[in-house]
């Protein structure tokens, strides 16, 4: 299973970026999927996470500006985010618990990080 974010990249102060993450290989269902950022220097922080029926969650930091959202269909992971602040600049990462078989355990899997750098 490879997890592939896109959608990173440099955009002024009050820009917007739409990040996606694509799940391949042998992949049966994906439970929660969830972006995270981390900083320099910082730990890697929750941003969004959605639930397979749809249920959101937002860190603060993001609420009013940030909008994920999944296509079950192509196991697949977005998040809108507009109103960009430089505070915003870290590598984002996607995560997703998946099963690989029906009878298979979720596992936690992380995709390789995209850069989102927001210039002041």
């Known amino acids: 299973v490879q997890l592939q974010a896109s959608g990173g990249g440099l955009v002024q102060a009050g820009g917007s970026l739409r990040l996606s993450c694509a799940a391949s290989?042998?992949?049966?269902?994906?439970?929660?999927m969830g972006w995270y950022r981390q900083a320099p220097g910082k730990e890697r922080e929750l941003v969004a996470a959605?639930?397979?029926?749809?249920?959101?969650n937002y860190a603060d930091s993001v609420k009013g500006r940030a909008t994920i959202s999944r296509d079950n269909a192509k196991n697949t992971l977005y998040l809108q985010m507009n109103s960009l602040k430089p505070e915003d600049t870290a590598v984002y990462y996607c995560?997703?618990?998946?099963?690989?078989?029906?009878?298979?355990?979720?596992?936690?899997?992380w995709g390789q990080g995209t850069q989102v750098t927001v210039s002041s």
């Open positions: 995560q997703m618990g998946l099963r690989t078989t029906p009878t298979a355990p979720t596992n936690i899997y």
């Open positions: 290989g042998s992949v049966f269902s994906i439970n929660d």
């Open positions: 959605i639930t397979r029926g749809g249920i959101t």
